[in-house]
Structure formats: structure tokens, C-alpha cells
């Protein structure tokens, strides 16, 4: 039976299916609000291991919601699943899984399970950095933050030679697949990205050293 902890934002329009009780049957432990606003109040005291946003029993977009979400949750530590009334235009950031109804509670335990903090198949792990290939998402620091396909190549390099420098030229030829490193910039960048992710303090990493003029190096 799962612990996972949720956060389902849902309201109390009777045309609208509630999730809440289901997922309780479900075996997770579910905190229900019903606003956006109370479900921003609370994120840092739950801590929940995702948000449901159910917007069609709230008979809105949830974008809104959404982003607000995002906006106080700058590490994306929290996955959103968003539930709308009808298919809408919906930016890839918004959420990490949009569905529309109808579907059974069933079909929506089955989108909250891959996006849970935990051992996915293909799992590299050194020292409190744990990278979840299958669910490009990298836990860290009590953070679980979900990365791009490159940021994972960068951060899977650095983690197989723990304590080593590793140049930035041989960073950037292997994750920007190329063999022109006239101009790396853009691999400073995803290095600080990465630093977000997995340092305490970002600007004072103890983890994703600067090598000044050589390279990077993931000290442990």
C-alpha cells in the first residue's frame, strides 16, 4: 500500500467527479483543499509528493492554480497532474500529466504512480544524488526536481567519475553532440540549472564544483 502523501485540489460542483475519496481507497494519504490559494499556503507544510489539480470540479482552467504552484515551488520539486473538463490548450510546463475526463479513478492512480518519488528502472545513485533516468528526475537535498534529457545526460556524466574533473569541452561534445566548442556558454547555464537542483544553496555549492579553465567536478 502506497504513503505517498497528496495534495488534491478539488471543488464541490456535483457534475464534477471527486478523486479525493478515491484515492484514499487507493492507500495514498490525501490533504484535499478547494482553492488554489489554500493549496499554495500549504505546500511547504504538507510537502505532498504530488498535486492533483482536479480544475473540472472547479469549473475552471486550473492554469492559474497551476502556476501559482510553479511560481512558489521555483524546483519544481512537486509534479502536477491536471483533470479538465474538456480538451484545452494546455503549455508542456504547465503540469507534468493533463487528463480529461472521463476516465476512472483507476486510470488515475496509474498516471500518479511513474511520477512518485522512488526507484525507477534505470537509476544511477551517488552519494544523496539519486537520478531517475525512467522519470528524468534527480533527488537531492530533500528535492526531487524533473529534468530535461540533456540535463540528465550532463548530471550522468558527472555523476560516473565522482571527485574528477571533467573537462568542459568533453561535456560539451558529449551532451550537445558536436564536435564545435568555440562557444560553451550555454554548459555554464545548465550547470547553474543543476545547481538549483541539487544544492542547498545554489550560489555556495558544496556538491558541483568550478574547476576555473578546465572543467566541472561533482565532489561527494
Not at 33 to 61: C, D, H, W, Y
Not at 187 to 202: C, G, K, M, T, Y
Request: one cysteine or more; glycine letters at 6%; a positive charge.
Amino acid at each position: 500500500m502506497s504513503t505517498s502523501s497528496l495534495l488534491v485540489v478539488e471543488g464541490r460542483y456535483a457534475d464534477a467527479p471527486s478523486f479525493a475519496s478515491e484515492l484514499q481507497k487507493k492507500g495514498f494519504e490525501v490533504h484535499t483543499v478547494t482553492s488554489g490559494g489554500v493549496a499554495v499556503a500549504r505546500l511547504e507544510k504538507i510537502n505532498p509528493s504530488l498535486v492533483v489539480v482536479n480544475a473540472a470540479s472547479l469549473r475552471s482552467t486550473g492554469l492559474r492554480i497551476c502556476q501559482s504552484i510553479r511560481d512558489k515551488d521555483k524546483n519544481a520539486r512537486y509534479p502536477i497532474i491536471l483533470i479538465l473538463a474538456k480538451e484545452a490548450k494546455v503549455d508542456k510546463d504547465t503540469a507534468d500529466t493533463v487528463l480529461i475526463l472521463p476516465f476512472t479513478a483507476q486510470k488515475l492512480v496509474n498516471r500518479i504512480k511513474p511520477l512518485l518519488p522512488g526507484d525507477g528502472k534505470n537509476m544511477v545513485h551517488v552519494g544523496p544524488i539519486r537520478l531517475d533516468i525512467e522519470r528524468r528526475r534527480v533527488k537531492c537535498v530533500g528535492k526531487s526536481t524533473k529534468l530535461t534529457p540533456r540535463l540528465i545526460t550532463l548530471l550522468k556524466m558527472l555523476m560516473e567519475k565522482p571527485g574528477e574533473v571533467v573537462e568542459r569541452d568533453t561535456l560539451f561534445k558529449k551532451v550537445w553532440e558536436t564536435n564545435y566548442t568555440g562557444d560553451t556558454r550555454t554548459l555554464d547555464v545548465h550547470i547553474s540549472w543543476l545547481r538549483r537542483a541539487i544544492e542547498v544553496d545554489p550560489l555556495k555549492p558544496k556538491f558541483l564544483k568550478t574547476v576555473r579553465g578546465v572543467g566541472y567536478r561533482l565532489d561527494i
